[in-house]
């Protein structure tokens, strides 16, 4: 369990990371070797406006379950009562079992996993304007004249 929660806290801190600090080493401190070039690889498209939804509403359940871990942790650490201390531990393993559960249903559906960074390119947008059916032929036939 412990191993699990060092785990959630180390994944806690990578997402909050955007990246690497290049060339910004503290005074005296050893040069790393330059970062390997990164690539982005497509992992999964979202067809459709409310498969997007569903995965940001699906992201945002597993940052929230996160961030719940992280803070029952902190919670158990500062408790002395022991009894206090065994019901938060016992909330805390729940949440990080469902957590690791909906991880794994998101790296299924969609390649997604908390313990890594991802970029969402947005490829495709609609922009609808709310007309009446008078407009909405002419803007039609604005544009079909076009083609």
């Known amino acids: 369990m412990k191993r699990n929660l060092l785990s959630l806290l180390a994944l806690s801190t990578s997402l909050v990371s955007t990246g690497y600090l290049l060339g910004q080493n503290p ?3 050893a040069s790393a070797p330059a970062p390997t ?4 690889v497509r992992i999964a498209t979202l067809n459709g406006t409310e498969a997007n939804r569903e995965f940001q509403a699906n992201v945002q359940l597993l940052q929230n379950q996160r961030q719940a871990a ?4 902190a919670a158990m ?3 002395k009562d022991a009894k206090k201390k065994k019901e938060i531990k016992t909330q805390l393993d729940q949440i990080v079992a ?19 960074n991802y970029v969402v390119e947005i490829e495709k947008s609609h922009i609808y304007l709310q007309v009446s059916e008078e407009e909405a032929a002419k803007i039609e036939k604005a544009e ?3 083609k």
């Open 77 to 79: 650490e500062k408790e």
């Open 27 to 29: 005074k005296g401190a």
């Open 98 to 116: 469902k957590l690791n559960e909906n991880n794994a249903k998101m790296q299924k559906a969609y390649g997604f996993s908390l313990s890594r």
């Open 70 to 73: 992280v803070e029952l942790s």
């Open 37 to 40: 070039q990164q690539k982005l």
């Open 144 to 146: 079909k004249a076009k």
